[in-house]
């Protein structure tokens, strides 16, 4: 836990979840920390300390309250109800089997907020309307769920219906089972990189840069050191004992670990204070002799890219990190022969990821090893950084993921991690960290602003006949994943078309700003925003219907891609798009019905569809998965992916039950250790479903045949497990086998399955032409917006979403995926808009809240992939692609105003809506 309380503290009484306490605390700290520390009541999180998310709230005498506003000495003698307490008359717990029964909880950390805010709710109005669990739940942020399967929740509880979840079935494919991990994320018990360190653990804080572009030297640090009481260590990048660099790319570590002389954008590490909490919590960075020469930031990727910029790093002396391209026929006949041509420039800003767990974790030296447990959603990734860092062979390292509350891609780079390693392993104690939100915001990664600009042609038909693109992408001060954004765009740009003739071309422009990584689609999704854009331009230049010149166009099984890549199976756009056809009807239908009325408020329909990659670009990216039999009967699955709130947990397990014969109940679950399991690869790109998703089913094959050999029966035979029993029902034919029987291993282990799959990829040619991924995922989204033409706000009222996915594993948390990524893709579209320095908390950075988001209609389209587990494929970043074109064309359909600036703030509307006046 937490460190203790002084001993002078005094004593405050509380009533917590009916049982009274006595707890020493400050009366001045947050009753959230109390709980916490004190306590040692987890469940209560921390995410803001603002009371701006809301995932810190508990009922005070039976009302809602932010745990991190309520001083602990306001709340003596009063009632307190936190998650872990079964609630009024038992009403908590009756939640907590709705949250499980609707996929609720994705990631967690906002589950006990939600729960907390839903039990005020139901305790005083046991008949709510949807609306009024919209209000009841508005203080509490969801960054995964999209609220819609929240809201499902809290309204079966009040109106109680028959739950889809698992009783005593096998939990096999495509069964909408609960949540392998998701009791512990609806009784507070799951715990987060804050949630969790040894209680001697001494505190870190590290001092950022307030300059976006400066150079420093250092005063005399061993002073304030030694004069300060409880700091035990001040630690510069001279203290790093191996390298001073990390970064995704082996040829890329080009950031370091703190900064050695120089910063390159607001927010980098300087230097880390290690003590008490007390004593890094008091010292102010004014107190640090650090003297700054401060010096003219590039900002914009025009700065970056202007004759004579300064160069941010030597071995890129035009500021260009990395260019794509991709070349197919000849663009400038292919214009030629158009009918119609479109054209634009279209601009996004940096995105936070806004995952509300800040990054958080500590580290313990071992004797030779160091042990790092944290967040994050690539635990190799971080042991070679780690190893790195200390200058230790790998072997030496270890990475323990706690629960991720959020990542979205933010949690691919390296935080916390080479911090907390550098220190343990230098002092030989326990060190924790936990990043406040303003400095996770203005430290962590973002989506990479664009200037896009796009041009698009079609025959009389409609039909395409070219497309050329030209990307920069400002990957701010250090390349994080910009190559990969770079490479990723122009295989996607023209869209998910039949395009003959395609030129693509991309760059990554170093600045000094944020610098910008990983979140959810790689550029994907700011491409389509102009790519989509320019279909409605095309739609309305021939007189097409906006769905029509998309189902024209769209890629269908056995059409090649612009890569060269021929589509043998799981082409489902075709699919989604007649799925959608009804209901885009209807739509275009009921908004002209409005509009007649010639009200203020006007509605627009728009359409869109997408298409994404499942895996890394064009390289391979291999999951190994690992299933064992020990002699007493204990079934392990041994699975290195990551689950940050996307189920890979609960489905790779369902896909390793399908294989083997045995139902997912049996499975004991040990997940990400790298100490214990293989190496899964990274938690992003849309892969785990589909790359461990097929090392989970060949493992679980594997285990199978060992079992049908020794028992010497058919492909058909049925498993059953009973304590250290096995049974194989071959036919009328039953044999046994007593495990313990068996030869063990050192662990106990007598049978097991080990397999490793990496997606069937070639390397691209310098015209981008090849296969860059196995499979494909594909969607059609269409919008209702409502437009108040006078305020310039944008109220989005529906979106139907068509998606395929191969094979829906388990079509809860698959929904669950797709309702999420329409609220970020919502969120890029209306108001997501980081700007260093200004936005970097949850009350001036603005994410969508329950009374944001609109009703949501999904279909599950399965064409299967022949190279998918079972024919599936990833979700993950497909669910948000297509959002923001969507809205964006209704947008238009609505007021005319064609947006080409995301995000569409009321001012820009506004603006945009005079103009045409």
Known sequence: MLDKPQATAPTIPLIVNGEARQVAADPFRPLSDTLREGLGLTGTKIGCEAGDCGACTVLMDGAQVCACLIATGQAAGARIETVEGPGPDGL?????????????????????????????????????????????????????????????????????????????????????????????????????????????????????????????????????????????????????????????????????????????????????????????????????????????????????????????????????????????????????????????????????????????????????????????????????????????????????????????????????????????????????????????????????????????????TGRLTAYELEGDFNTGAYASWGPTVANRVPVHGAGPYKVPNVWNRTRAVYTNETPAGAFRGFGVPQAAIANETLMDDLAGRLGLDRWAIRRINALDHGDATYSGHR??????????????????????????????????????????????????????????????????????????????????????????????????????????????????GKTSASRQTYVSGNAARLAGEALRARILKLANAGADAKLTLSGQVLSISDGESVRTIDLASLRADADGVVLEGIATWDPPTTKLDADGQGIPYGTYGFAAQIAEVEVDVGLGTVKVLNIIAAHDVGRAINPTLVEGQIHGGIAQGLGLALMEEFIPGRTENLHDYLIPTTGDMPAIKTYLIEDPEETGPFGAKGVGEPALVATAPAILGAIRHACGARMTQMPVLPHRLWAALKGRA
Not at 204 to 210: D, E
């Open 567 to 680: 589509l043998a199976s799981s082409a489902g756009l075709p699919q989604c798009l007649d799925a959608l056809k009804s209901d885009w009807d209807q739509m275009l239908g009921r908004v002209a019905s409005h509009n007649e009325s010639g009200a203020r408020k006007r509605r627009g329909a728009g359409i869109a569809c997408m298409w994404y990659g499942c895996g890394n670009t064009s390289m391979s990216n291999p999951s190994t998965m690992r299933i064992t039999l020990a002699g007493d009967g204990k079934l392990t699955f041994w699975n290195g992916a990551v689950d940050i709130g996307q189920g890979s947990t609960t489905i790779l397990a369902q896909m390793a039950a399908e294989a083997l014969g045995l139902p997912v109940a049996a499975f004991t679950l040990v997940v990400g250790d790298t100490d214990l399991t293989a190496d899964a």
């Open 92 to 460: 908590t717990d009756r939640l907590r089997h709705a949250f499980l029964a609707h996929g609720a909880a994705q990631c967690g950390i906002c589950t006990p907020g939600m729960l907390m805010a839903a039990t005020d709710l139901l305790s005083r109005n046991a008949t709510p309307s949807h609306q009024d669990v919209e209000d009841a739940l508005g203080g509490v942020l969801c960054r995964c769920t999209g609220y819609t399967k929240i809201i499902e929740a809290v309204l079966m509880v009040a109106s109680p219906v028959a739950a889809r979840i698992m009783e005593d079935d096998t939990g096999h494919v495509g069964q909408r089972i609960a949540r392998l991990d998701g009791l512990a994320k609806v009784d507070g018990s799951d715990r987060f990189g804050a949630d969790i360190a040894p209680a001697d653990a001494l505190w870190m804080r590290v001092v950022r840069s307030p300059h976006a572009r400066a150079r420093f030297a250092f005063g005399d640090l061993e002073a304030v050191r030694a004069a300060t009481p409880g700091l035990a260590a001040i630690f510069t990048h001279a203290d790093v004992p191996g390298e001073n660099s990390f970064g995704i790319f082996p040829h890329l570590k080009d950031q370091p670990v703190l900064a050695p002389g120089q910063v390159r954008y607001r927010g980098e590490a300087v230097v880390a204070l290690v003590g008490t909490r007390d004593a890094v919590e008091g010292l102010a960075d004014a107190a640090l002799p650090i003297h700054w020469s401060i010096e003219p930031a590039v900002t914009g990727v025009d700065a970056g890219l202007a004759e004579g910029a300064p160069v941010l790093h030597a071995f890129a002396p035009d500021n260009v990190l990395a260019r794509g391209n991709l070349k197919t026929g000849d663009v400038a006949a292919g214009h030629a022969a158009g009918a119609a041509t479109a054209s634009g420039i279209f601009t996004t800003a940096f995105v936070e990821h806004a995952y509300i767990e800040p990054e958080a974790g500590y580290a313990v030296r071992v004797g030779d090893r160091i042990e790092v447990t944290a967040c994050t959603q690539a635990p190799y990734m971080d042991l070679e950084e780690v190893a790195r860092v200390l200058g230790l062979p790998q072997e030496a390292v270890r990475i323990m993921p706690t629960a991720c509350g959020g990542g979205f891609g933010g949690k691919l780079d390296v935080s916390v991690q080479p911090l907390l390693a550098v220190a343990a392993w230098l002092l030989k104690r326990p060190v924790r960290i936990i990043y406040s939100r303003i400095e996770s915001m203005a430290s962590s990664t973002k989506r990479h602003p664009a200037r896009i600009v796009a041009k698009a042609s079609a025959d009389a």
